[in-house]
Structures are given as C-alpha cells and as structure tokens.
C-alpha cells in the first residue's frame, strides 16, 4: 500500500470508528430510561455492540501506524477536541424521542449493512476480516430495528405521526452519511472499499421500499444541510466534555 | 397524576426456553414481556444471552402453558384418572418436568393429545421414570423458535463480550498480595 | 394451575392441615412451586421482597448510569454499560419471579411509581465521582451478594433459580467495582484522594442495606421459619464487615468508623452504631436522591407509554 493510499485508508477508518462511537455513546444514554426494561437491555446491546465496532475500526487504524492498539483508541476517543472527530452530525444529534433513537438506528444499520457486505470484500484482508465479523452483530441489529421501525410506523396515529416527524427531522443528516470521504476514490480504486456512489443508490433503494412499506414518506423537501465531517453541531461539544471529563482529571493516570 | 398507570400495558408475557449446548434438553430460562412473538424471541435473545451459553431459544405465550405440581396431583390420586379426551383434534405438545427440588423445567420430550390435561396425563404414563416435582405442557404449535441460522447472528456475538467476564479482572491478585505482605508485617511486629 | 381450561383441584383438607404440611415441606428442603398450597402470609410477604428487589435493581440502574457516558477509558464503558445492563436483568428476572405469584409487572410498576412500593435507600444516595463506581461494585454490589446468595436456596422455586442466576452475574459486578477501587486506591494522590472520599460516604449507608436489628425487625421470624430467609440482617451485616474491612484497610483506605477494630475474642470485626435516625429518614422518603430518582423512573414510564401503546396496537391490528 503506498503512502497515500494509507493514509486515506486511517482517514476513512477514523470516520467509521468516529460513527460507531458517538451513537453508541448516544444510545447508551437510554440506559436506565427505555420504554420498557426489555428494551433497556436490548438497546445497551446496541450500544455495546456499536462502541465495539468503533475500538475496532481504531485499532485497526493504530495497525497502519504502528500504534500500541488500545492506548491509540482511548486517546482518539478521550483526548481529540470537536474540531477533530470526523463523525457525521447524524449520530452527534440528541436522541429526542424512541421513534428518533429507533429510526436513526434503522437508517445507520441498513448504511452499515449494505457497507459491510461491501466491506467484507476488501483488498486490505484485515479490513475484509473486522467487516465479516462486524456484520453478524449488524444482521441482529437490523433484524432488531426493522420489527420496531414497522410496529411503529403502522403503530397508532401517535407513534406513525412520531415516526414520520423523526425522519423528515433525520433525513438530510441520513444523506450526508453516505457522503464520500476525502480522497474515497482513490480507496474505491484500490479495492479498499467501496463505491460510495453505488452505495448510495443502493441504500437509497432499501431504505425507501422499507420505510414506504412499515407506511413512512421519505421527505421530498429537505434544505441544504453542511455534508461535509469537518462540521459539526454544537451538540457534540457538550457531548465530548460530558464523555472526557474524567479522563481528561489526568490525563498520565491509569483508571 | 396522570391516568398513565391505568393505561399501562406491559405487553404479553412469553416463557423462554433455552438450550445452552446441542447435546442438552431445552430448560426453561425465565421470561420476557414482548407485543408478539418475533419481539419475544428478539427479547429474549437480549435478556438471556447476554452470556455465550445458547444454541437455541424458544418462546411461548405464557398464558398457554398447562402447569401442574406433585402436591396438586397428590391431592386427588384419582384426578388424573378421570381425564378424558375431549373430542378436539389431536395435537403435539410438549411436555416439561422440574425432576429435582432445586432443578429447572427441563425439556422430556412430546405428546400427542387433544387438549393440555389429556396431554399430561399421556405424558406422565409416557415417561413414567421422568416425574419429577411439577410438569408444564403446551402445544408444539404456539412455540416460536431460533433457527440454526440464528446460532451465529444471535448467540455468536456474547462470545467476543469478554468484559463480562470476571476471570478478566486481574486487580484482585494485586490485593491478595497487598494482604500477604501485610500479614507478613504484622507477624514480625508481634 | 394456569393456562388450562379445566376445574382447578379441590383442596378438601383444612387450613390447619394445610399449614402443617406446607411447614413439614419446608423442614424438608423442598421447594414450594406456583400452583403449590401456600399461606397468603407466604404469598404476601414473597411479593413484597421480591418486587422490592426488582424494583431496587430498576432504580439502581440511576446512579451508575449517570456515569456511563463519563467512564475514563473504553474498556470501563463497555463494562459499566454491561453492568448497568445486568441491573436491568436483574429487575426483568425478578418481576418474573412476583408474577408466578400472581402480581403483574403492570400492578408493581404502579406501585413503585405511585410511592406505595419501598427499593432499596442505598439508591437514594447520590454518585459524585468515577470512584463512586468502584465503592457501589465493592460496597454495595458485595453486600447484595451476601443477601442474594442466601436467597438462592429460599424455600420457593422461582425466587430461588432468579437468584441463583443472578448471583453469578453479580460476581461480575464486584469483581469490576474492586478492580476500580485498586486502581485508584494504588493511583496518584488524588484518585486515592477521590477513592477515600467515595469510601467515607459509601461505607455507613451499605451497612444500613441490610436492613435495622433484628431486634427491629419485624418480619423476620416469619421469613426464617418459612425458609425465606435462612440469615438474620445482622448475621449477614457482620459476614460483610469481617470480609470487607481488612480489604480495604490493606490497600490503605481509611473507614469512617473510629470504633472499628478487630476483636480477637469473637473472632470478628467490631463495628460502631449505625445512624438509625438518618436510615429511617431516608427509608421514608427523605434520602438525598428520593425525589430525583422516582422523577427519573416516572419520566421514563410516561415518555414510554406511546411506544407500549403502539407496539400492543400492531400486534392487535396485524397478528390478531
């Protein structure tokens, strides 16, 4: 791999991982305060399951530079400031309601899925390895999201009025994850990782047969919303200070 | 106050059973509350394998488990002798004994009959050495099930959880150590 | 006998008879199963400590949760989350155990949220620093131990197996809480500083856990004979001290009890008196946390109730 294509591949691993670890952080937030204590257990799976993804991508990303794994993870996690994590605003947004948090999730997953089979594939074998794996937890994950996304899309009037103000507020953010990263074509050229056009499509596809069937519009109107990863909302200062806080009381300390 | 608790609903109530490995009978595990049965099983999944011991899960409405004990059968020897079919069509059930005091409802094997106590009755004459302290029947019919495919997309992933693991936590040794030496001083002050 | 349509058994013999049989079942080791004759007694006080339990795991998800999206380093958040997630088992194992005696997870939900129902004071106190983690696992999570594993051989079936399955999960529990502790308590001044802190608020209130004297207990000798109980609070409350002290001690941690001391002609650690005032305070409503804690649960039910709602409203629409 020459050097430029390495370092567009930690790039790129470093938005996955950034993803992965901001929703699991959001979602673990409903810890104690879910619907019903089912689902409390439930969702801290999701969470589980979604923070490990994310020390996986960063370990693999520690890999290509030669980093001590877990060490490189907790400072990209614990000591990176806001202009820093390249996440898409979608999972930095607070989690309002169960029809945001539950479709937010059902839109990630079904990205996260379509990527991973994709994945799977890589010319980079270690990368291929972590998106087999991943994508079992991701199956459930799905399997999960898709049977709450349709009770609740064809619930009451109440949960498919919550629903549908969910997705035209989550839309525009949804787009934006399958935005290209820097230099993705580069990546898409090596083999590395996919077409993010095709992904699109693709996604696009699922998405707007799933939804319409569970009976949810996709909005038509959406307003133009910062794309890029280089951008974020104010939410996820607070949400960093919040998550840095104690390991940030010293930093040399082991805890 | 609202009026929320009078609305309240905790949804249905669904007994699971679990297999932990494919040489063990079905035990049962607990329950979960769950809208239908394809929540149940997801439910299910989340609650009681949150450890990697499974190879299998099932879910029944708890509502349809035919459930007697030994004091109950005691009571009136001659009960389970006036039990008579009752015309239904025949079904499969299956057929559950708790078989030591302490032990779990464990999986004994199926009946066929035309109603749950026709089904006990088959079923205590059926495995006369598998009596145990108290018995659960219910229709094969009702029972959703995990299938092989599940095995890796639903109980594969506890098995990469090992944060979980107690054996992990290794600070405990250093304790030990801390106590030994402490120990070792307060022997010498002496 | 449920889930049949048939005549339930007639029970022909009289009350005495049938107290004097439950009783000789019990002096034998059995386990009473659901559908077994039971005292209304037996049923009454299982329902109250069972659902008390779950209801103490339910709203001591609160405390800990808070710090879930503060723990220092990855590993500390999966466990902490996996643990908090436990809590919710714990709850969800128990509730199933009250409903095999006829409650409804509806009914003691109600009873929790309308104040009716007690859980556990331990939870009314507030988590102030990442080494409040470490006390709860230690401190409150080992004191639970002690109670729960006494309760896995209790006298009936359901309470019994949920305990027995959630004893090994909690090992787990205090297993991580003493990692915390040792790392602090061996860490620079100030984690030892933050650890010390944590100690001297958490030590008295998980000594109160285990309930008041038994000299003031009032349900005690019934729960003993009828082989619910098989220890008394202050047994148990001593087994935690003679185990949990010389452990701290040895890694230099100070407990808040000038009294304490081991007294080599009993062969177990003497302990000062408890504050009785600020445990019946706290038991009735007037803890730090109380409010705070049943508002949080209160919110949670509200803002879930459409979700219930809609979720029951496809079942009736689609699979009925």
Redesign the interface.
């Known amino acids: 791999m020459n050097p430029e294509s390495k370092q567009a591949l930690i790039d790129y691993l470093i938005t996955m991982a950034d993803d992965e670890l901001i929703l699991g952080?959001r979602n673990?937030?409903w810890?104690?305060?879910?619907?019903?204590?089912?689902?409390?257990?439930?969702f801290?799976?999701i969470?589980?399951?979604e923070?490990?993804h994310?020390?996986v991508w960063y370990e693999l990303a520690a890999d290509l530079q030669g980093e001590e794994r877990?060490a490189y993870?907790?400072h990209m996690?614990?000591f990176r400031d806001v202009r820093d994590y390249r996440n898409t605003q979608l999972v930095e947004l607070p989690k309002g309601?169960?029809a945001f948090t539950m479709l937010r999730q059902y839109l990630f997953d079904q990205f996260e899925m379509m990527r991973l089979e994709k994945l799977a594939q890589s010319s980079y074998a270690p990368f291929a390895e972590a998106a087999t794996?991943i994508r079992?937890?991701e199956?459930?994950h799905l399997?999960?999201t898709q049977?709450w996304a349709?009770?609740?899309g064809?619930?009451?009037e109440?949960?498919h009025r919550?629903m549908q103000a969910a997705l035209n507020d989550l839309w525009p953010y949804a787009l934006a994850l399958c935005e290209p990263s820097n230099r993705a074509e580069l990546l898409t050229q090596g083999g590395y990782i996919p077409d993010s056009r095709a992904l699109k499509t693709a996604w696009l596809e699922q998405v707007t047969a799933y939804l319409g069937e569970v009976g949810l519009a996709i909005p038509t109107d959406s307003s133009n919303l910062p794309l890029s990863r280089t951008h974020h909302t104010e939410h996820l200062g607070q949400?960093l200070s919040?998550?840095q806080?104690?390991?940030r009381?010293?930093p040399?300390?082991?805890? | 106050m609202t009026d929320t608790h009078t609305r309240d609903t905790?949804?249905l109530r669904y007994m699971v059973l679990h297999q932990e490995r494919e040489d063990k009978p079905h035990q049962h595990a607990g329950t979960?509350?769950?809208?239908d049965a394809?929540?149940a099983l997801?439910?299910a999944?989340?609650?009681f394998v949150?450890r990697p011991e499974c190879v299998s899960l099932w879910v029944v409405r708890a509502d349809l488990i035919f459930t007697c004990t030994q004091e109950e059968l005691a009571l009136h020897p001659d009960w389970i002798e006036s039990l008579q079919p009752s015309g239904n069509p025949v079904e499969k059930y299956y057929f559950f004994a708790k078989l030591t005091q302490k032990g779990q409802f464990t999986h004994i094997g199926e009946v066929e009959a035309q109603n749950p106590t026709h089904a006990l009755k088959i079923a205590l004459q059926a495995y006369p050495d598998t009596h145990g302290f108290a018995w659960w029947v219910f229709p094969v019919k009702a029972v959703l099930k995990s299938t092989p495919d599940d095995i890796?997309?639903?109980f594969?992933?506890a098995a990469?959880?090992d944060f979980r693991d107690q054996a992990n936590f290794h600070a405990l040794s250093v304790l030990r150590k801390l106590m030994r030496k402490q120990e070792v001083e307060e022997s010498h002050e002496s | 006998m449920y889930g049949a349509t048939v005549e339930p058994i007639e029970d022909i013999r009289t009350d005495a008879e049938k107290l004097a049989g439950f009783e000789a079942r019990i002096a034998r080791g059995e386990k009473i199963e659901p559908g077994d004759w039971m005292p209304d007694e037996y049923r009454r006080q299982l329902i109250r400590m069972i659902s008390q339990h779950a209801h103490s795991e339910?709203v001591g998800?609160?405390p800990e949760?808070a710090?879930?999206?503060?723990?220092?380093?990855?590993?500390?958040?999966?466990i902490l989350?996996?643990k908090?997630?436990d809590e919710?088992?714990h709850?969800?194992y128990l509730?199933h155990a009250a409903e095999t005696l006829g409650a409804t997870r509806e009914e003691m939900l109600d009873a929790l949220l309308s104040g009716k129902a007690k859980y556990s004071s331990i939870f009314n106190y507030p988590t102030l620093s990442?080494a409040d983690m470490g006390a709860i696992g230690w401190l409150v999570d080992g004191a639970a131990i002690l109670n729960q594993t006494m309760l896995a051989r209790c006298s009936y079936g359901p309470y019994a197996r949920a305990m027995v399955r959630i004893c090994a999960e909690e090992n787990f529990h205090r297993r991580q809480g003493q990692d915390i502790v040792i790392?602090?308590a061996l860490?620079?001044p100030?984690?030892k500083a933050m650890m010390q802190d944590s100690i001297n608020r958490w030590w008295w209130p998980t000594l109160m856990m285990f309930g008041p004297h038994d000299t003031d207990s009032s349900n005690s000798a019934v729960l003993i004979r009828w082989g619910i109980k098989t220890k008394t609070n202050d047994e148990l409350r001593q087994a935690f001290v003679d185990q949990t002290a010389p452990e701290l001690m040895a890694l230099g941690l100070t407990i808040p009890d000038p009294d304490l001391h081991y007294d080599a002609a009993t062969e177990h650690w003497h302990f000062g008196e408890i504050n009785w005032d600020e445990f019946w305070n706290v038991v009735k409503g007037n803890g730090p946390c109380n409010a705070e804690r049943m508002t949080?649960r209160r919110?949670?039910h509200e803002?879930?109730?459409?979700?219930?709602?809609?979720?029951a409203?496809?079942t009736e629409?689609?699979q009925s």
Not at chain 3, 68 to 78: F, G, H, Q, S, Y
Not at chain 3, 303 to 311: I, K, P, S, Y
């Open positions: 952080h673990s937030e810890c104690g305060h879910a619907p019903i204590l089912e689902e409390d257990i439930a801290a799976n969470a589980l399951d923070i490990g994310a020390i877990e993870a907790n996690v614990y309601d169960w794996k079992t937890e199956i459930y399997r999960h049977a349709r009770r609740l064809l619930g009451t109440e949960s919550r949400l919040d998550l806080q104690v390991a009381l010293d040399m300390a082991k805890w | 905790q949804w979960v509350h769950a809208p394809e929540m997801l439910n999944r989340d609650v949150r890796a997309v639903m594969g992933p990469v959880k | 339910v998800m609160l949760g710090f879930i999206t503060r723990a220092p380093n990855l590993r500390r958040k999966l989350i996996a908090v997630q919710a088992g709850g969800q509730y990442w790392t602090l860490g620079t100030e984690q949080a919110q949670a803002d879930g109730l459409w979700v219930r709602e809609a979720m409203a496809y629409k689609y």
